[in-house]
């Protein structure tokens, strides 16, 4: 069992990713598929006069503002355009993908965050409106009918709050939570970057294996931006049953074999 965190900057080779994900399943391998949209997200919302802001927290984790506008751009771009043409694409490579989103079948369940607390030019402010979470419970049962039916989940990172509102979340975590739901062996987290390194952004200084006790210091030293989500995901799946995970380049050819194969940082 593999899981599949696709993200969503730019530069990633979808159509790569999507040919090895193909060849792992003509193998036997069973996927489940996890993307990104904040890139396209941004585009979109730019166009459409509503522009993203994006915060840090007291902890240093940046993050999407999400208001209800933000929300619903979120939930059409990711959801809707992302989602199904990543579902064609597979289905014209021979593999019988599922688009959904956390909301659908309560698949991904967790508390609202209604408001943020964040560090703006120095100093601590409360923004609220805020329709963001963090996932406590997986459906598991509704993927594990996927999966032996023979489908390939394809999941767009939305959830659903226990009062029954869309909640963008965080994919890295989205991933890990249901890796971890599924007790996966791997978990794959493809990202813009060969890893982590311990020098960003020079590509030599790749940090090629961490072990677990060791994740957390990592983290503190050297992951900047986007690369902490990615981290503190790993370091939940980890903790919560999956075998490894590999944070790894979505960039290259057979990106998928690759990881497997251990290039990347393979934490366990």
């Known amino acids: 069992m593999i899981v599949v965190k696709a993200g969503g ?3 990633l080779d979808m159509e790569a990713v999507c040919a090895d994900l193909a060849e792992q399943v003509a193998q036997g391998e069973q996927v489940v598929l996890v ?9 979109i919302s730019e166009k459409l006069g509503h522009p993203p802001r994006f915060v840090t927290s007291a902890s240093g984790h940046v993050s999407r503002y999400t208001d209800r506008e933000t929300l619903e751009i979120f939930a059409m771009v990711a959801a809707g355009r992302i989602n199904k043409l990543l579902v064609e694409r597979l289905q014209q490579l021979g593999v019988n993908a599922f688009g959904l989103s956390g909301l659908d079948g309560r698949l991904l369940e967790g508390k609202r965050k209604s408001m943020l607390r964040i560090v703006e030019n120095g100093r601590r402010k409360v923004l609220r409106g805020e329709y963001s979470g963090k996932i406590e419970r997986v459906n598991v049962g509704l993927l594990e009918v996927l999966l032996a039916a023979g489908y390939v989940p394809v999941v767009a990172p939305l959830a659903i709050s226990y009062e029954s509102e869309a909640l963008n979340v965080d994919g890295d975590r989205a991933a890990a939570a249901i890796g971890s739901a599924l007790k996966a ?5 493809l990202s813009n970057v060969p890893g982590l390194l311990r020098d960003f952004p020079d590509d030599s200084t790749l940090i090629t294996r961490i072990p677990l006790e060791q994740a957390q210091e990592h983290l503190d030293r050297y992951a900047q931006g986007r690369m902490k989500k990615k981290l503190l995901g790993a370091i939940e799946a980890l903790h919560d049953g999956v075998g490894q995970v590999v944070i790894a380049d979505g960039r290259v050819a057979q990106p998928l074999r690759r990881a497997l194969d251990g290039q990347g940082t393979v934490i366990q």
């Open 9 to 11: 900057g730019e530069g």
């Open 35 to 43: 993307h990104g949209g904040s890139h396209e997200t941004n585009v």
């Open 185 to 189: 062996q791997t978990l794959i987290i």
